[in-house]
């Protein structure tokens, strides 16, 4: 049973409580305290807590809110500058972040939210940034990759990567798209050497099979070893017939 309907049940009785007796007051109290679940010596407190109150005046009940809604919007703050980090990477940068915006005449909140702010403790910064979380949805980057239908013939390096050696080439796209993948734009071919960390990258207009091809020619001429391996994702641009024949040719 919630609280608000026990409040309902005294309401409810009020004006009979009122006017009883002793013995119709220790019926009504027996009948309370079988539906509601409550102590006998609670229920007259009850009915005059009901009797008194206000209705006018918000009832100030519960604990007392220390961090108002202007902490709140300094966490806030810093949530947004830092990337919306977990609760506990978020509570370590709070002083610091505080000091960069106070050095930079961008910090706007009041002294005693940025007092507040500082003596948060790690579980309030956690359950506050997690209100936060719908953002880290929001600001994550379009996908632009789907599965291609030969990827099964194509082999599979496994194993570890520690050992991988020079000229074995993580290679991908990056979507220069903003919020929406629909349209034509420029894409970026990112290839990075996994022993060496070598990167190369070349532009280009969209993500068709023989653009991709021409920029992985250009980036094989590019880097100061050979290439020995390409180890793309699934996507599309990487994933085909025409991609596939070309690095059978090379070996």
Known sequence: MTMETKKNIFKEHLEVWLTADKRARGEITRNICAVA???????PRSFRRVQMHDS????????????????TAALREISDAASHSCGENLHALIPEYVLIFKRDISWTHG??????????????????????????????GRSTTKPGSIKALIPIRSG???DATVGTMQIDTVAHCNDSIAGDFVYTVNATDVATLW??????WNK???????????????????VLEWHPDTGSEFINW?????ADARG
Request: with cysteine; net charge positive.
């Open 242 to 246: 025409l991609c596939k024949r070309w």
């Open 56 to 71: 006018g005046q918000p009832e100030k009940r519960g604990r007392k809110t220390t961090y108002g809604a202007d902490v």
């Open 199 to 204: 990167g190369t990258r070349r532009a280009q």
């Open 37 to 43: 679940k409550v102590h006998p010596k609670s229920v």
């Open 111 to 140: 002294e005693e939210a940025t007092r507040k702010l500082l003596a948060m403790s790690v579980a309030t910064v956690k359950r506050r940034a997690r209100k936060f979380s719908h953002i880290r949805k929001m600001v994550r």
């Open 160 to 162: 570890p990567w520690d």
């Open 208 to 226: 068709g099979q023989e653009q991709t091809i021409t920029n992985m020619e250009k980036i094989d001429a590019d880097v100061p070893f050979p």
